[in-house]
């Protein structure tokens, strides 16, 4: 187990190294932006004084370097500053929007792994079938149309038409699991139609590549019916490329879902960023850009550790 | 037939089997019309090269089709039942439980991802023959008759955490879980080091006489088959030859065929000594010790000297540090002490920092041509690049030398310049590679098991090829085996290799004549002979319980 645990805190070693790196790119690439930000954020009635107060207010006289170290110890201890158009602190800017995030990510998560992998093991099993080819070109449609496609469909058939879900996911603090639930449905069911495919599609292809394996064979000339050939002895094989699909896609489903945000005006931490980017809220800007790195380097740590806990040369070495 | 069997009854009866496979966008038969007939206890050897069927035969008297292959006509009727026209389900109902299967490599063929005993007793639970437990309790049972150290304990590892040996009896076990009424072995031994392969050989014979067990022992290895066989059955591309009782077979064969597969250990090149002037060794180990990063020294303190124009043979079992001494040479692993000296010059250790000269001094042929060819590239590229990189060739020039290797290493340049590797049978893949190492026009190459996947007729022939241009350029040859066989056909010499030492050297016919160092001794008396005593006699020799990994001295 000591091997073990020392590689597990190696890749989280080397994944605070990266988020480290990614702080640096986030800051100055904000830096970078053309403009000079204290102008931005006034706007054209500024005159030279306000501007000037400005600029000696958010620091901007001091050089880049000191500011980021000051900016990295404040983000260390959950201190992002404060947002440049509402005043309010960003880490309370950012946290409930957060929350909301994670509840939707969590929600399509829930739902769509498990969907993905069964229709995945189903496919190998009955490959080149109907069922096979239905399922692929279903799940293809709906991943190679845009988001924002299949959210406006969505509220057409199920808001509009059939009336059964809300339209708009405006939540509140107030409201029931089940509420919640009922209102988040429609963003919920565009993420898992947009992440399905590709679960599915790696759960099929993973699988169906060892079924040449020797020890297929083996299992088939043991007289073992095909579903346990592909469960008991494919799957469990099978599982580091799922495994680090399915975190590409958990990455997504917080990172990637501005789109689905916007058509359901669902408070989420996409459009805030989408809002601090119009604005030149920088501070609220660069925040969320961490957040959306860890999240990145956090999940697919966890791919890396789940890939070798399912790796028994990994797990009982000799 | 074999007398012992004329009042047993039929347990297997094929007629008339034929089996296509799909390539090239067609069915191609692949077995063309073969009958077979196996008593209750007999074990019938099925012999030939790659390429005869004998695993399309196997699989077939499961019922089983491999993928892209499918039976196509005749009639496999085991104990009264048709299994052409069963379903599905009834023909999968009898595997494991009435016929069992043994694979070529065990290693691969256990599932790395559950313990061995769960394996096991798979089958026996999934038929409801025994319960778990009960089926556990004589898997140990069987682990012990088989042999194999811990029999309480070693089936609760996982497959990588047991030597290849062992598992392989592993899976005899597993095969005879449900006691088969039929066990297929496919090739059981032919991944084995010889001094592993005659505990797996005896294990398989044992229990194979202790239960009674018809089997159809499928191997292109013909000593281990007069072991293990009561008949013999020899095909040729997916046709009988002849079939006969072991001794009969042995003693006469008929075909023209059989004999000539009879007398493939014929080839023999007149042994040459060094040379008595005091000249210097071309290449000279001297005092190697070598590691992998991290890892556990793999060479120590080997020595040993190769001079001009001769063959030196370093035989050992797989680990004994062969190839990494190869990878010493060619400096693709520095070693942590010690030196290579290549005529009185020291190389230096990284091949980063050798000259071209020195780089040309040592080139290799590889034991997978199928992987050391690149598929995408074409022949004249793959011979014309070390030509360019060493020869400084260009235009009517390279196209000029490339042309003189293929001739050289007979192969027609019209018809081979513009081909790709995957168009070539395994022994010309070979010879590609053959000549890419001569296109640097080296003194010294070193072959690392360049005929152990090839077929025996195939292999004399890359044997002969390389030492006719062994006489022709004068070459030095540090030739990497397992195969005692080979050895004793080329070599001039012998280096004998165990756990990363040189436990002795010496020329061939020294080496060859007792008395052996103990190891030397074990590896010579383990590899099979024709003789269908052999078995027997070594075992009384050595003792059942003193054979194999046991017997490591």
Request: proline residues 5%; aromatic residues 8%.
């Amino acid at each position: 187990m000591g091997d073990l645990t020392r590689l597990v805190f190696k890749r989280l070693g080397l994944g605070l190294g990266t988020i480290l790196v990614v702080s640096v790119l986030i800051f100055f690439a904000v830096e970078l932006l053309p403009g000079d930000i204290a102008e931005a954020v006034l706007g054209q009635g500024a005159t030279e004084e306000t501007v000037t107060a400005m600029r000696e207010q958010l620091g901007l006289d001091r050089p880049a370097f000191v500011r980021y170290f000051e900016w990295l110890g404040g983000a260390v201890t959950g201190d992002f500053g404060v947002s440049l158009v509402s005043g309010e602190r960003v880490s309370d800017a950012i946290s409930d929007r957060f929350v909301n995030t994670l509840f939707l990510a969590s929600y399509a998560a829930v739902i769509a792994v498990p969907i993905s992998i069964l229709l995945g093991v189903f496919t190998a099993l009955y490959r080149n079938t109907i069922f096979d080819r239905v399922a692929n070109v279903m799940t293809l449609t709906t991943i190679s149309s845009p988001e924002f496609f299949l959210g406006y469909v969505l509220i057409l058939f199920l808001a509009v038409r059939a009336t059964m879900f809300p339209a708009i996911s405006s939540l509140s603090g107030d409201m029931g699991l089940l509420e919640l639930l009922h209102r988040a449905f429609l963003p919920m069911l565009t993420l898992v139609l947009v992440v399905t495919a590709h679960m599915m599609r790696m759960t099929r292809a993973a699988i169906i590549n060892l079924l040449a394996s020797p020890y297929i064979e083996m299992a088939r000339l043991k007289g073992t019916p095909p579903w346990k050939v592909i469960v008991k002895h494919a799957l469990p094989n099978a599982w580091a490329p799922i495994i680090n699909v399915v975190a590409l896609n958990l990455a997504y489903l917080i990172t990637g879902v501005v789109l689905v945000e916007v058509v359901f005006v669902y408070p989420g931490i996409g459009q805030l960023l989408v809002d601090a980017v119009a604005k030149r809220d920088f501070p609220v800007v660069q925040a969320c850009c961490l957040i959306f790195a860890a999240t990145f380097i956090l999940l697919n740590l966890a791919a890396d550790v789940g890939a070798i806990l399912t790796n028994p040369r990994l797990r009982h070495p000799k | 037939m074999h007398d012992k069997f004329k009042d047993a009854d039929v347990l297997l009866e094929i007629k008339d089997l034929k089996i296509e496979g799909y390539s090239d966008e067609t069915w191609v038969p692949i077995i063309k019309g073969v009958d077979l007939t196996l008593h209750r206890g007999e074990v019938m050897g099925l012999i030939g090269e790659s390429g005869a069927g004998k695993s399309t035969i196997g699989a077939a008297a499961m019922g089983y089709a491999r993928d892209g292959t499918r039976i196509s006509d005749g009639s496999i009727e085991f104990d009264g039942m048709e299994l052409t026209t069963a379903s599905e389900a009834e023909r999968r109902a009898l595997r494991g439980s009435r016929i069992a299967y043994v694979a070529q490599s065990a290693a691969a063929s256990f599932n790395p991802s559950h313990k061995i005993i769960d394996q096991h007793t798979e089958a026996p639970v999934h038929y409801r023959i025994k319960k778990r437990l009960e089926a556990q309790e004589d898997a140990m049972e069987l682990y012990e008759r088989l042999r194999l150290p811990n029999p309480g304990e070693i089936g609760f590892r996982y497959p990588h955490q047991v030597s290849g040996g062992q598992l392989q009896r592993a899976m005899t076990a597993m095969a005879m879980s449900c006691r088969p009424d039929l066990i297929i072995f496919d090739e059981p031994t032919t991944a084995l080091d010889v001094t592993t392969q005659i505990e797996v050989l005896a294990a398989i014979r044992d229990i194979v006489d202790q239960f009674d067990t018809a089997a159809i022992y499928i191997t292109h290895d013909l000593a281990v088959v007069a072991q293990m066989a009561d008949t013999i059955k020899v095909l040729l591309k997916g046709e009988e030859v002849e079939q006969a009782p072991t001794q009969v077979m042995l003693d006469s064969p008929q075909e023209d065929y059989t004999k000539s597969l009879w007398a493939v250990r014929s080839f023999n090149s007149p042994q040459r000594h060094r040379p008595t002037d005091g000249s210097q060794p071309l290449i000279s180990v001297q005092n190697v010790d070598a590691a992998y990063t991290g890892g556990v020294k793999v060479l120590d303190d080997v020595s040993f000297d190769i001079y001009p124009g001769m063959t030196v043979a370093v035989v050992g079992e797989s680990g004994s540090g062969k190839s990494t001494t190869a990878r010493c040479i060619t400096g693709l692993l520095p070693p942590m002490s010690g030196q290579i000296m290549c005529k009185g010059e020291p190389l230096p250790p990284r091949y980063k920092d050798r000259t071209r000269d020195q780089l040309r001094q040592a080139q290799m042929i590889y034991q997978m041509a199928d992987t050391a060819l690149n598929p995408k590239v074409r022949i004249s590229d793959i011979i014309g690049r070390p030509a360019q990189f060493y020869g400084g060739l260009h235009g009517s020039a390279l196209k000029q030398r490339v042309d003189e290797l293929l001739d050289l290493i007979e192969l027609d340049p019209a018809k081979f310049y513009s081909r790709y590797p995957p168009e070539l049978s395994g022994g010309q893949k070979q010879r590609i590679g053959i000549a890419r190492a001569l296109a640097a026009e080296p003194e010294f190459i070193i072959c690392d098991e360049v005929t152990s996947a090839l077929d025996q007729l195939v292999a004399e022939g890359i044997l002969k090829l390389l030492d006719r241009l062994q006489d022709e350029l004068g070459l030095a040859y540090m030739f990497i085996t397992h195969d005692l066989a080979t050895v004793r056909s080329i070599a001039d010499e012998v280096v004998v290799m165990q756990h990363g030492k040189v436990v002795e050297q010496g020329p061939k016919d020294e080496m060859f004549t007792p008395p052996h160092h103990p190891y030397t001794d074990l590896l010579l008396s383990s590899v099979p002979e024709m003789d269908p005593e052999w078995l027997s006699t070594v075992l009384e020799e050595r003792g059942v319980d003193n054979i194999g990994e046991a017997a490591d001295p």
